[in-house]
């Protein structure tokens, strides 16, 4: 019997706590109007840090509060399993229950799931994991040599192709139109034939594959009305994350579910578009307004993730990308955090002496207080992360590598899992959960302080302590609401939901990851390793476009870090080696000893900027928010339009005394200098005293 697609319309969510207007409190004046786009068409240009989910995630839970949407009628799509999971976590703390939050592969496979049996009649055919035997089969009947880089290229060319909507018989006008070369080896024919004999083989073994769900059940809806009349029945209110990514097939299957309708959201940024290879590409979001007339654009410009110095980066390595490079597209973010430590930059002799470099930055850190998950080394191609997976270790640093062994398939927490799920059938009710949980990971090797051993048994005590504090973390959840203390069988539950989605709970360790696997994740310290030519931009990059994207991966990459940003490159491979190696040109002027580097802003007087270092009088800081808060009631408005806080930072740090001065520090122009000048003054005047 197949399970229904669509969540039932009798399902309750426990009510949000206060009132709609409660819901708005929570956001910015930007992100507010987001919340209150009720009706559609909406495009929502988010920077980086400038808190999207948040503002998506109120929008729906005020829809469903004020009762503009039924909860079961919206249909929140994201491109990962990750992404997914957080937004369903954020609308169940809002009281949005019974929205359903997917990837566009879930959303589409449990449909086409639902409407086989009725339409087609049986079961849908078996998903194929991976292309690569299917791959080289095909070859094989068509007498291609191939290797297994062959291989993986032809799968990922296929993929690319399907995704595209290029099918065989069009591969080779299309691929020449645009000036894509086939795989290293093979010619465009060579390519099209393969894509005939891979779906050859497919059809013989009864298989489909990932991308066959979104074409099958975009061609359901397209040609069987009674079955898009139910979908559409069911779901009249679409949400659509990182919309700067979706790929000609997506759009597809997003125009069937939609039928003509207007009643979307999209979210995105063009500056964080790194998957066109993928097919990808941010031409729907580009031309959002000129396909849907009358639609609002809200952009979300405010960054609350990272400090002065990092967003100051970022800013200017997409300013100098002309309008080629689609500087003319970017959003300037505009930083809200107090300042920090300025961004580090280091040329080392070799990759080892790098690697090790970044390995005592990172143990500084560490013993500094910062927890390991909140570090992350960051690098171009995976071949990297074993230097530093080396040096790690030898200072005796837990990592995990990102893209490595899934959480869920582990074998400790596979059987963690079954071991929870046995004791939630005996557990004493009066018994704390997380109290329970680490009674039964007890018995399996678990302990409050980890293992002196590095290697396979710390992992292992890792991937169990993660789910002792996810345990906490859910119990945490319920205090003070109106829904039940959670069970053992409530928190089995919560994994079960987690290991469908692949939402992995927080493993202890540093994390060494590919700039394209960090996209979307964020940490306190982020260290760009390998930063020079060949790399960065990928010596593959060839053409003006394939640049670009590598400036705007490095821009990805920048912006993942909270606080601390460290960037270094290697002069020679090996040591000794002759150091031909130089840093990538993304950083021409912004490096420090560059010549071409900015020597500081001026301000509309004409005055150089002031200067900062991120150091700044903490106690003058605290004052001058509490005069800011004051203001702020006084006037009854929010507190970051009086002067945000790194104006605030920069006064304390500056600790200004005359009119001029404080004319240099930027967020301070001519009118709030006549409306606060003299106060902040007196407010510095008596710090000093």
Not at 435 to 448: H, I, K, N
Not at 518 to 531: I, T
Not at 584 to 594: A, I, K, N, Q, S
């Amino acid at each position: 019997m197949s399970t229904p697609p669509f969540p039932s319309a009798a399902v309750s969510s426990r009510p949000v706590l206060g009132s709609a207007d409660a819901i708005l409190e929570a956001l910015d004046p930007d992100q507010r109007d987001v919340a209150l786009a009720l009706s559609g068409p909406v495009c929502v240009l988010a920077g980086a840090g400038t808190g999207k989910t948040r503002a998506i995630t109120h929008r729906i839970a005020y829809g469903v509060r004020t009762g503009a949407y039924t909860p079961t009628s919206v249909l929140a799509v994201t491109f990962t399993a990750r992404a997914a999971g957080e937004m369903r976590t954020r609308l169940r703390e809002l009281g949005a229950t019974g929205v359903q939050a997917r990837t566009f592969h879930a959303a589409a496979l449990r449909q086409l799931g639902y409407f086989w049996p009725k339409v087609v009649g049986g079961a849908p055919p078996r998903i194929l994991e991976h292309k690569a035997p299917v791959i080289a089969e095909a070859a094989r009947r068509l007498g291609v040599g191939v290797d297994r880089v062959a291989v993986r290229d032809l799968s990922s060319e296929v993929e690319w192709a399907k995704v595209s909507l290029v099918t065989a018989d069009d591969y080779v006008r299309a691929t020449e139109a645009i000036d894509r070369d086939p795989p290293s080896g093979y010619d465009h024919q060579t390519v099209a034939r393969l894509i005939t004999a891979y779906e050859d083989v497919k059809t013989e073994r009864s298989v489909i594959d990932f991308e066959d769900v979104l074409l099958m059940l975009g061609d359901m809806l397209a040609t069987q009305g009674r079955v898009a009349d139910e979908v559409r029945r069911q779901y009249r209110h679409f949400v659509v994350d990182e919309y700067q990514d979706v790929s000609p097939l997506q759009q597809f299957v997003l125009d069937q579910w939609l039928g003509g309708r207007n009643e979307l959201c999209v979210v995105g940024d063009p500056s964080q578009t790194i998957y066109s290879f993928t097919g990808a590409t941010p031409h729907h979001l580009l031309t959002f307004s000129r396909t849907h007339p009358g639609a609002q654009v809200i952009r979300l410009v405010r960054d609350y993730r990272s400090t002065p110095q990092v967003v100051h980066l970022a800013n200017q390595l997409l300013a100098r990308a002309g309008r080629a490079g689609g500087a003319h597209q970017a959003l300037e973010l505009v930083a809200q955090r107090p300042a920090g430590p300025p961004v580090s930059y280091t040329a080392y002799d070799d990759d080892e002496s790098e690697a090790k470099g970044v390995a005592e930055r990172v143990g500084r850190l560490l013993a500094a207080g910062t927890r390991a998950s909140e570090v992350a080394v960051l690098y171009r191609t995976n071949a990297q992360s074993e230097a530093f997976e080396a040096a790690l270790a030898d200072a005796g640093i837990g990592y995990l590598v990102r893209g490595g062994e899934r959480f869920f398939q582990r074998k400790e927490v596979r059987d963690a899992i079954v071991l929870l799920r046995g004791a939630a059938r005996s557990a004493d009710p009066d018994v704390a959960m997380p109290e329970a949980v680490r009674d039964v990971l007890g018995s399996a090797g678990w302990a409050t302080q980890p293992p002196a051993a590095r290697g396979a048994a710390r992992e292992r005590w890792e991937s169990m302590q993660a789910i002792v504090a996810l345990a906490d973390d859910v119990a945490g959840l319920a205090v003070g609401s109106d829904a039940p203390a959670p069970t053992v069988a409530t928190f089995v539950a919560e994994l079960d939901e987690r290991a469908s989605a692949q939402h992995a709970p927080t493993v202890e360790g540093v994390t060494l990851a590919s700039l394209h696997a960090a996209k979307g994740l964020e940490w306190d310290a982020v260290f760009l390793a390998g930063m020079s030519e060949g790399l960065m931009p990928i010596s593959l990059a060839e053409t003006d476009e394939a640049v670009a994207e590598e400036r705007r991966l490095l821009y990805v990459g920048i912006t993942r870090a909270r606080e601390h940003l460290e960037v270094s490159f290697a002069r020679s491979r090996n040591p000794g080696g002759r150091a031909t190696r130089r840093r990538t040109r993304f950083l021409d002027g912004l490096w420090p000893d560059d010549p071409a580097a900015p020597r500081g802003r001026r301000s509309r007087s004409g005055q150089p900027r002031v200067q900062l270092t991120g150091e700044y009088d903490r106690e003058l800081f605290d004052r001058l928010r509490e005069w800011r808060l004051q203001v702020a009631q006084e006037t009854d408005k929010p507190a970051f339009t009086v002067l945000v806080d790194t104006t605030l930072a920069a006064i304390a740090e500056t600790r200004p005394s005359t009119v001029p001065e404080l004319a240099r520090i930027n967020g301070l122009g001519p009118a709030k200098i006549e409306r606060y000048g003299a106060t902040l003054l007196e407010i510095v005047a008596r710090a000093k005293a």
